[in-house]
């Protein structure tokens, strides 16, 4: 048995009309209350939180080589998950965007790499739920393998 340090934060974002879920590559919530077509990766608007507002101890985690992100996204009783990885290169400074990438590629909005899921994989249930305008509520959990002994 191990003792696992698990840091998280749980948040609302809220559901928009022109939300499409169709980025191949990438999966974004943003403080913005607003969203055109173009933004295709967005799920979420009116974000209660950014990267650089994350919890200190859940960002330490999160920007640490080894870490594993998962973000549950959950809309009108439906629930999807995404599994990523963390990275040292991240400085989750941004204020506005928080994205998780299929890629490795790092920005200051990236929260998680190498993600199991883009927008185009999200349930297409949760989809239609953000669609009409339901809220969004996004648990982002981290932990490193080396607490598991890996």
Do not use: Q, W
């Not at 594993?68 to 599994?83: E, Q």
């Not at 299929?102 to 920005?107: F, L, Q």
């Not at 490193?144 to 890996?150: N, P, Q, V």
């Amino acid at each position: 048995m191990f003792d696992v340090n698990i840091r998280g934060v749980v948040f609302r974002a809220r559901g928009h009309t022109n939300i499409r879920a169709t980025h191949r590559s990438t999966m974004e919530v943003t403080t913005e209350d607003y969203l055109t077509p173009r933004g295709d990766c967005i799920v979420g608007v009116s974000a209660e939180i950014s990267p650089a507002r994350l919890p200190r101890e859940l960002k330490e985690v999160i920007s640490s080589d080894g870490s594993i992100v998962v973000a549950v996204l959950c809309s009108s009783g439906l629930c999807d998950s995404v599994v990523g990885r963390g990275s040292s290169r991240m400085t989750l400074s941004d204020d506005r965007r928080m994205v998780f990438r299929r890629s490795s590629y790092v920005g200051p909005e990236t929260v998680m790499v190498s993600a199991s899921k883009a927008a185009v994989d999200l349930s297409r249930d949760i989809v239609k739920a953000l669609k009409s305008g339901n809220d969004l509520v996004v648990v982002l959990l981290a932990f490193k393998l080396e607490s598991l002994g890996f």
